[in-house]
């Protein structure tokens, strides 16, 4: 199985930051990278797919980037409604595997 | 606009099976290209694919659970399903029914809410 790892697993920010987190696949995965934004009690948001391609909807503050086995997501300017945990997820190998999560708290 | 509605007992006994229904509105089962998912979610930890089909009845699994799970489509009922056999209380968790982009067939764009399947005796 592809293992995904990401960083920070906790993060703490200010309305107005840039925060930026990191997932690394332990094998290659090109740019079959997706993120996802997930709320308490709700069901996981997709936010970018295929590395850096933001889905329909999703604001511009979010970004992705990276390829092979390093990825970031980014969010220029933290809004109220962006603290949440976000996963990282493979779409390149058979199962399909998510990161552990990073929590962003406000600080 | 579409929904996913995940339905199904929330409470199984060890040892049974696990048995949910995923019912769309606002678009067709049948929709060319696209596929359906479950995906679990074991409170307050992290997401875990089960399997995937679609509409024709193709099918792909979870390695870890292919031995266990069952995915199955009814187009007449414009309805997919999900069978968990032999569950033990590591299977609690929230059970979401997923359909994903459909150029990206592994990427999980409308989520229903959710169900939470306990398993206790």
């Known amino acids: 199985d592809i293992q995904m790892t990401q960083s920070p697993s906790s993060l703490y920010a200010s309305v107005g930051d840039r925060v930026a987190i990191t997932c690394r696949a332990s094998?290659?995965?090109?740019?079959?990278l997706n993120w996802y934004q997930q709320k308490p009690g709700k069901a996981p948001k997709l936010l970018i797919y295929?590395?850096?391609s933001l889905q329909s909807g999703v604001p511009s503050r979010f970004s992705g980037s990276g390829s092979v086995t390093d990825f970031t997501l980014t969010i220029s300017s933290l809004q109220p409604e962006d603290f949440a945990t976000y996963y990282c997820?493979?779409?390149?190998?058979?199962?399909?595997?998510f990161g552990q999560g990073t929590k962003l708290e406000i600080k | 606009q579409l929904r996913l509605q995940e339905s199904g007992p929330g409470l199984v006994r060890p040892s049974e099976t696990l048995s949910l229904t995923c019912t769309v509105s606002?678009?067709?089962?049948?929709?060319?290209?696209?596929?359906w998912a479950w995906i679990r979610q074991p409170p307050g930890k992290g997401l875990e694919w089960i399997a995937s089909?679609?509409?024709?009845?193709?099918?792909y699994y979870n390695p870890s659970l292919k031995s266990r799970v069952t995915i199955s489509v009814d187009t007449s009922k414009n309805q997919f399903s999900l069978r968990l056999n032999s569950v033990t209380a590591a299977d609690t968790a929230v059970y979401y029914c997923?359909?994903?982009?459909?150029?990206?067939?592994?990427?999980?764009?409308?989520w229903g809410q959710g169900t939470l399947v306990t398993v206790s005796s």
């Open positions: 606002g678009g067709s089962i049948n929709s060319s290209g696209y596929y």
């Open positions: 997923v359909r994903p982009l459909s150029d990206y067939h592994t990427t999980f764009d409308y």
């Open positions: 997820q493979q779409s390149y190998g058979n199962p399909y595997t």
């Open positions: 094998q290659t995965i090109s740019t079959y």
């Open positions: 089909i679609y509409y024709s009845g193709s099918t």
């Open positions: 295929a590395a850096s």
